[in-house]
């Protein structure tokens, strides 16, 4: 019988999410997930095979040597599992494979010596993960509130810290500064089985101009400190991702004004987050706002005086940043979709203000998987 459709994902499912999700195991060694019709094989490594047995997320589990080709297997693993890729489909009498955007140019590679051809399907491996399942919507859930205990934690100890004569913010007698806040939340993280691969924004003027600066350097009283933390919950390697943003001392009106107009700006795209809107919608919701308050676009060039600079959001899961991106030109929202919303300002200046939440969208209004307050002052 020839098949009728033939996918294929490939990778280290452990970088490669999408493979992953269809393995259910974050596997470190190459591993490949074929369709054929609709029969799942997942190719792994011969140890690996009980693993994802037991996770039953294939129909079939093989390994390379399974699959040799007439000459052998090459003895580098990822070569091999390409090689036995293509022997699955070449047994399956398989002449064209669709492929996701992640597809290691190792296999396809081998396929096309095979004289398969390789198609491209823009959705393979993203519209199922845009729409996230019960499970996935509670991994995600617990992950962000572990981020919340972690953040109230963090600004209320900037709050209640003590300033020198040089303003500069001291903790147990030592400075406050980017580096070490960062080795401190990374600590209270792995209390809570959760790591932080890609680090931690604790931003202040004039650093926080560039809205993805991680920070460095003493943090000051009466200047805004965006603390931004987006730990993955190990257990689950869902992400949680929230941004707050604190001032100790006395807040000046400029810093006011922006988060005014930030707490806002958040609101209206919040209220715009439903099914059946587009991303582009939220943005533009959101951008508005910032406008009306006063404030330029900036995007690629950093100001003195606060300015515009990114999209209001991005869905969230399995990997950190997924899409579709809540910016200009975003698609249509889907139902059961998780997004962050999280508009900012930045200057060199001024500072910076940054709020950010996890949003589920549902049949209604978006559902808000924060509870923290937006608040400035943490005292």
């Given at each position: 019988m020839k098949i009728q459709s033939a996918k294929i994902l490939a990778g280290f499912p452990e970088k490669n999410a999408s493979l992953m999700k269809r393995l259910g195991v974050p596997l470190g060694d190459p591993a490949a997930w074929i369709e054929l019709d609709s029969r799942r094989i997942g190719l792994v490594r011969d140890l690996e095979m009980d693993r994802v047995r037991s996770a039953g997320h294939v129909d079939d589990v093989t390994c390379p040597p399974e699959h040799a080709p007439p000459l052998g297997l090459s003895a580098d693993r990822e070569t091999a599992t390409a090689e036995a890729a293509v022997q699955i489909l070449r047994s399956a009498r398989v002449e064209k494979v669709t492929a996701d955007r992640s597809l290691p140019y190792i296999f396809a590679w081998h396929l096309q010596q095979a004289e398969i051809e390789v198609g491209y399907d823009e959705e393979l491996?993203?519209?199922?993960?845009?729409?996230?399942?019960?499970?996935?919507?509670?991994?995600?859930?617990?992950?962000?509130?572990?981020?919340?205990?972690?953040?109230?934690?963090?600004?209320?100890?900037?709050?209640?810290?003590?300033?020198?004569?040089?303003?500069?913010?001291?903790?147990?007698?030592?400075?406050?500064?980017?580096?070490?806040?960062?080795?401190?939340?990374?600590?209270?993280?792995?209390?809570?089985?959760?790591?932080?691969?890609?680090?931690?924004?604790?931003?202040?003027?004039?650093?926080?101009?560039?809205?993805?600066?991680?920070?460095?350097?003493?943090?000051?009283?009466?200047?805004?400190?965006?603390?931004?933390?987006?730990?993955?919950?190990?257990?689950?390697?869902?992400?949680?991702?929230?941004?707050?943003?604190?001032?100790?001392?006395?807040?000046?009106?400029?810093?006011?004004?922006?988060?005014?107009?930030?707490?806002?700006?958040?609101?209206?795209?919040?209220?715009?987050?439903?099914?059946?809107?587009?991303?582009?919608?939220?943005?533009?919701?959101?951008?508005?706002?910032?406008?009306?308050?006063?404030?330029?676009?900036?995007?690629?060039?950093?100001?003195?005086?606060?300015?515009?600079?990114?999209?209001?959001?991005?869905?969230?899961?399995?990997?950190?940043?997924?899409?579709?991106?809540l910016d200009h030109g975003g698609g249509e929202i889907l139902e059961g979709e998780v997004f962050t919303i999280e508009p900012g300002l930045y200057g060199r200046n001024c500072g910076g203000v940054r709020i950010e939440d996890m949003l589920l969208v549902t049949g209604g209004e978006a559902r808000n998987l924060n509870s923290l307050p937006d608040s400035l002052t943490w005292d």
């Open positions: 491996g993203v519209i199922d993960r845009r729409t996230k399942t019960r499970s996935e919507i509670e991994a995600l859930a617990t992950a962000q509130s572990l981020t919340e205990e972690v953040m109230k934690w963090m600004c209320t100890l900037i709050a209640r810290s003590v300033a020198g004569d040089d303003g500069v913010l001291m903790h147990e007698g030592e400075a406050l500064t980017s580096q070490r806040v960062r080795s401190m939340v990374a600590i209270e993280f792995l209390k809570r089985d959760c790591t932080m691969s890609h680090g931690a924004i604790i931003a202040t003027a004039p650093q926080v101009a560039d809205c993805h600066h991680s920070g460095s350097g003493p943090l000051k009283t009466g200047i805004p400190i965006i603390v931004d933390l987006f730990p993955r919950h190990e257990p689950t390697r869902y992400w949680g991702d929230c941004t707050r943003t604190v001032v100790h001392g006395t807040i000046s009106d400029e810093v006011k004004a922006m988060h005014a107009a930030v707490v806002e700006a958040k609101a209206a795209s919040t209220e715009a987050l439903r099914v059946g809107n587009t991303a582009d919608a939220v943005h533009q919701a959101s951008e508005a706002v910032l406008i009306r308050h006063g404030y330029p676009l900036s995007r690629g060039a950093l100001t003195d005086g606060p300015s515009i600079q990114h999209g209001t959001g991005h869905g969230i899961g399995l990997d950190l940043h997924e899409p579709i991106l």
